[in-house]
């Protein structure tokens, strides 16, 4: 980003103003990092979000907050919405919060606070029953380890 920005402000021939500009304004600095790290924490948010809770989430919380800024903007600025307007955010929040509503959390991915190793462990010796063919007294239990699923796969895969 910082190279597409100094060969646009080099190609335009714009670099010393800017370099200048910066040097008779020194609060500019201070203020372009502050912009600078609230934009990496909201960045972080979104990622943190997205991998925890899902893109339908995300994406509902992000409408919410757009409806909810309109509707104050229209208030406190007096900047009025026509009928249409007002149809059409809520028919978008309408539809996100109806996919949010009816869709099982988190995907039918198990929660991180229910999943354990030995949970994860039948999990994938379930997954691995129903693709391969191990019969049910090969199979590890709940209570193995993954070094005993391992050398099951392992014994299979030389068969």
């Known amino acids: 980003m910082i190279c597409g920005a100094s060969v646009g402000l080099i190609a335009s021939g714009q670099l010393q103003p800017a370099f200048e500009f910066s040097i008779q304004y020194p609060a500019l600095q201070s203020d372009a990092f502050t912009l600078s790290m609230c ?3 909201g960045q972080v948010i979104i990622y943190y979000s997205i991998k925890n809770f899902g893109a339908l989430f995300f994406a509902t919380v992000m409408t919410t907050r757009q409806v909810a800024s309109m509707a104050i903007s229209s208030v406190v600025y007096d900047n009025p919405l026509s009928y249409g307007q007002w149809f059409g955010a809520l028919v978008v929040f309408g539809a ?6 009816s869709k099982p959390s988190h995907h039918g991915r198990p929660s991180p606070a229910t999943s354990t190793p030995a949970a994860d462990t039948k999990l994938a010796s379930n997954a691995l029953l129903s693709s391969s063919s191990i019969n049910a007294t090969t199979a590890p239990s709940s209570t193995s ?3 005993d699923l391992t ?3 392992v014994k299979n895969s030389d068969e």
Request: aromatic letters at 14%.
């Open 39 to 41: 934009a990496m924490v």
């Open 96 to 101: 996100l919060y109806y996919q949010a509503t």
């Open 145 to 147: 380890s993954l070094s």
């Open 151 to 153: 050398n099951i796969v």
